[in-house]
């Protein structure tokens, strides 16, 4: 004779309020409903085949993918993302959790959301999207580019950084000429990062990447120009 409720937390009822009488609210035995007495082994079989309910979903994605809770709950709320976050990590099984939940909480619905039609990314070419951009093939920028040309015409990865020349530069070798010519160029930010001001390097960084077209590693790119110029990482 109470109102309950339902805590997801604690995984179990609560009391509410109490209520008056039975008679308040017609309390009467059924005279047609038989006893219901369940099989076990056939119960056991309705769990098993039940799917994965959302509180346990979002304490894996935490507790053994790793996610944020925002992360999870955004996966866990939105069917289409979760589905595709499922999706790109079976076709990449040692690819990381974290990236990929990036990835699709924001760039992939924020296409998504963006668009008037039906948006279809292949899992399998999200992964590889990701993985070139945690290596370094290409940038986050660049990524972003790619994977909206993806979302328009469905071609694979590699056509469409080829296609568009956003392959990353990170060989010195090749990238030496043109920071040597970019330091030539500005005597006035190298004298800079030589008295300690930090944001030269980030000048003549951006230099470098104008000069490649976006293309060149910034980081390699800050590494090789402290190390042209004599000066510590700060």
């Known amino acids: 004779m109470e109102t309950r409720g339902w805590s997801d937390e604690r995984g179990e009822t609560y009391h509410m309020r109490s209520k008056e009488t039975s008679d308040d609210y017609r309390y009467f035995p059924e005279p047609d409903l038989p006893p219901l007495r369940v099989d076990a082994v056939w119960l056991a079989g309705i769990r098993v085949g039940l799917a994965e309910l959302p509180a346990a979903r979002r304490a894996r994605y935490r507790d053994v993918l790793g996610l944020s809770a925002y992360d999870a ?15 790109t990590l079976a076709a990449a ?5 974290k990236p990929v939940a ?59 950084v080829q296609r ?12 030496g000429p043109v920071i040597d010519e970019i330091l030539a160029a500005n005597p006035a930010a ?29 980081a390699v790119v800050a590494a090789a120009i402290r190390d042209r110029i004599g000066v510590a990482e700060s």
């Open 190 to 218: 190298v004298a800079d990062v030589r008295t300690g001001k930090p944001q030269a390097i980030g000048f003549l960084v951006g230099q470098v990447m104008k000069a490649t077209r976006g293309q060149a590693n910034a």
């Open 102 to 160: 990036n990835w699709v909480t924001g760039d992939y619905l924020r296409i998504r959301n963006a668009s008037s039609d039906t948006v279809t990314v292949d899992p399998a070419a999200l992964a590889d999207l990701v993985r070139r951009v945690a290596d370094g093939s290409i940038n986050r920028s660049s990524g972003r580019a790619v994977l909206e040309a993806h979302v328009a015409n469905g071609d694979t990865i590699e056509a469409i």
């Open 73 to 87: 709950a955004v996966l866990v709320a939105d069917a289409d993302a979760g589905r595709v976050f499922e999706a």
């Open 164 to 175: 568009l020349g956003l392959a990353q530069i990170s060989d010195t070798a090749s990238l």
């Open 93 to 97: 099984p040692g690819l990381e959790a």
